[in-house]
Structures are given as structure tokens and as C-alpha cells.
């Protein structure tokens, strides 16, 4: 059986589910040179951490470029056959465009056309969060509409998703049943 390189892969997954850090791994296994696109901004001494948390579990061997609203163009300039992409997170850029009251289907259209048509490796990490409850508040439920339709067409537009649950991952894009290396 052959294995087939995919050039886009979308890692699904909740809250402290292990989707960053499969997908860390699926950067390193590729040998290139690593960016790391930052949609994260510092806000509190909580998200501080988090930051933090990622940047050791990295180490410095990646290039890290932050970019909170002009993702699509930012992926678009550095996506290159000679080193790997990781943008982390969809859902906090998606948090970033709406509190800056950006038009989101128009942003997320530009951002898998981008990914169409990437000239290296791109690997995007975002939350699952619709398998919860129906939030109580029109904020987050817009919130989790926004995501779930986000998550959709980035999906689609990418060649391979994994979902990431406690840890395990489990490919949902191409067949399961196929070897898989970005």
C-alpha cells in the first residue's frame, strides 16, 4: 500500500484534547523547517500560560509568526514547499474576526481558497465545539454556529481531517482505511 502525501490537514479536536500536540507531530515527521502562525493574543496571565505551554513543548527549532486577523494572507505568503506550516488555531482567529466585526463567511472563503491553492504543507488546528449543549446566550450560540460552518468548509477544503479525542486520533478525511504522511 502506497502512502499518500497530503499538502492540508485540518486536526479537529476540544479543549486540551491533544490536537495541537498531534499535530506538532505531524510537523516534525515532515523534516522541514517549521512556522508556527500564531492567531493567539495576550490578554490575561491565563492565556500567558497557555502560550507559554506551547512555545516549550515546541522548542526552538520552529519560526513563530503572530497574526491574529490577516491569517488567509499570511498563509497565502509563507505557505512553501520547503517548510511546513502549522496555524493554531481556526478558533481563536474566528474570535478575532468577530470581535473586530469582520464579514466570517467572506474571511473563511478566502482562507480554504487559500488553502486550494497553498504551494506547501499546511497544517490548521481548531476546536470541535459543537457536541456540547446549546449555549444559553445569542453570542455563543453565533459563536458556535460561526465555528461549526467554519470548520465545515475548511474541511472540505483541505485534503486530509483528523479528529483528536482524549488524546487518540482518528482520521475522518481521505478513507481511514489508508496510510497517511503530510
Not at 492565556?47 to 513543548?57: G, N, V, W
Request: glycine share 6%; hydrophobic share 45%; aromatic share 4%.
Amino acid at each position: 500500500m502506497t502512502t499518500p502525501s497530503a499538502r492540508t490537514a485540518l486536526i479537529l479536536g476540544g479543549a486540551r484534547s491533544g490536537k495541537s500536540r498531534f499535530a506538532e507531530a505531524i510537523v516534525s515527521r515532515t523534516g522541514l523547517p517549521a512556522t508556527y502562525l500564531a492567531t493567539a493574543e495576550i490578554r490575561d496571565a491565563e492565556m500567558q500560560a497557555r502560550i507559554s505551554t506551547h512555545r516549550e513543548r515546541r522548542g526552538g527549532d520552529w519560526t513563530t509568526v503572530e497574526e491574529p486577523l490577516e491569517l488567509t494572507d499570511r498563509v497565502a505568503a509563507l505557505a512553501d514547499p520547503d517548510r511546513v506550516l502549522l496555524v493554531d488555531c481556526l478558533t481563536l482567529w474566528l474570535s478575532n474576526l468577530m470581535e473586530a466585526e469582520r464579514d466570517i463567511p467572506a474571511e473563511a472563503a478566502r482562507l480554504a481558497e487559500a488553502l486550494r491553492g497553498a504551494r506547501g504543507p499546511v497544517v490548521l488546528v481548531s476546536n470541535e465545539v459543537g457536541s456540547g449543549i446549546v449555549p444559553m446566550n445569542a453570542l455563543a450560540r453565533r459563536f458556535a454556529d460561526e465555528q461549526g460552518r467554519l470548520n465545515q468548509q475548511i474541511a472540505a477544503a483541505v485534503e486530509t481531517v483528523f479528529l483528536v479525542a482524549a488524546g487518540l486520533p482518528v482520521r475522518l478525511k481521505p478513507n481511514p482505511d489508508t496510510e497517511f504522511a503530510l
